[in-house]
């Protein structure tokens, strides 16, 4: 009898320990899909889903983002960082009407040539909502893949063209299957593959890891310093969107300065925010969510 490649094994042990995450559920969607995959890149499963749920209670099709404003999925995106991602979520919403007729697209070039839409979002939209075969590569995956198979404790920064390739010599030839095991990857380097602590002893697929099998330790200890907030740029943005957010009105710059004493910081951190589209001037001393009303006349 053969034994069971690596695939399968993952793919057993998800089938029986996947978290319940609404996202994964039956009958979610491929823009439901799109909206999760992109919030989770850089927040957390528990702040996301509740966001998620009221995104797509508000804007279930791509059609409805796209029919609002810039400033409403700005608002709508509150405090799960990185906003610039709410600008390029609805315009990949508007591309999506212009492009496809609303709706998200299955083939992966279509979707790469999305706004916002990289590497890994297009493999994770082809693959989870439409059954595709791509390698979905992100830290965790790579992490596993790493570290299974080539026996090294991390994988680099950044994902390149040879780790895509790794991951796709252990999926299954058939697409079903195959994107049943990118989920089940990204779920064991999530909850056992850590980056820390991977808790081996629980493994399925310990019997046939190369790093395990080496006898190296885990590692112990943060492998890079978490990254500072209070005192940085994005602090300062964090504090002015906040005002913005609230605002039914452009908000004079004098309310503005109020948020954060130092003079320089907070103007780089708004020039920073008018310059990623996420805020825009009104007139000459006042300041609005990017299109928050009737369009800026230009002098
Ligand atoms: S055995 Fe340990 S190092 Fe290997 S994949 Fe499993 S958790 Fe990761």
Not at 53 to 81: K, S, V, Y
Not at 97 to 121: C, F, I, K, M, S
Not at 235 to 248: D, F, I, N, P, S
């Amino acid at each position: 009898m053969t034994e069971p490649t690596f695939a399968t094994l993952v793919s057993r042990w998800y089938a029986r320990n996947a978290r319940d995450l609404p996202w994964r559920r039956p009958g979610v969607g491929p823009w439901a899909i799109l909206v999760s995959e992109v919030m989770l890149q850089q927040t957390p499963v528990v702040r996301v889903v509740p966001a998620w749920e009221a995104w797509l209670a508000r804007w279930p099709e791509p059609a409805d983002l796209a029919a609002d404003t810039p400033a409403e999925a700005i608002r709508m995106w509150g405090r799960l960082g990185y906003p610039r991602r709410a600008v390029r979520l609805r315009e990949c919403a508007v591309a999506i009407v212009e492009r496809h007729g609303g709706r998200v697209p299955d083939r992966l070039e279509q979707l790469l040539a999305l706004p916002g839409v990289g590497t890994y979002t297009a493999r994770a939209v082809a693959a989870f909502a439409y059954g595709q075969r791509h390698p979905v590569v992100d830290t965790n995956v790579r992490r596993v893949v790493c570290r299974a198979v080539a026996g090294e404790p991390d994988a680099g920064p950044a994902t390149r063209p040879a780790d895509l390739v790794a991951t796709e010599e252990l999926l299954p030839v058939e697409p079903a299957a195959a994107a049943l095991a990118s989920a089940a990857f990204m779920e064991l380097g999530a909850v056992v593959c850590t980056a820390r602590s991977p808790r081996c002893a629980t493994c399925p697929v310990e019997s046939v890891c190369a790093w395990r099998a080496s006898g190296q330790e885990a590692p112990t200890g943060p492998t890079r310093r978490p990254q500072r907030y209070a005192g940085t740029d994005r602090q300062v943005r964090g504090l002015l969107l906040g005002v913005l957010r609230e605002a039914t009105a452009p908000v004079p710059r004098q309310r503005l300065d109020q948020v954060w004493a130092d003079d320089v910081q907070r103007s780089r951190a708004l020039a920073g925010l008018v310059d990623d589209g996420l805020v825009e001037p009104v007139g000459e001393a006042s300041f609005r969510l990017a299109g928050d009303g009737p369009p800026v006349p230009v002098p």
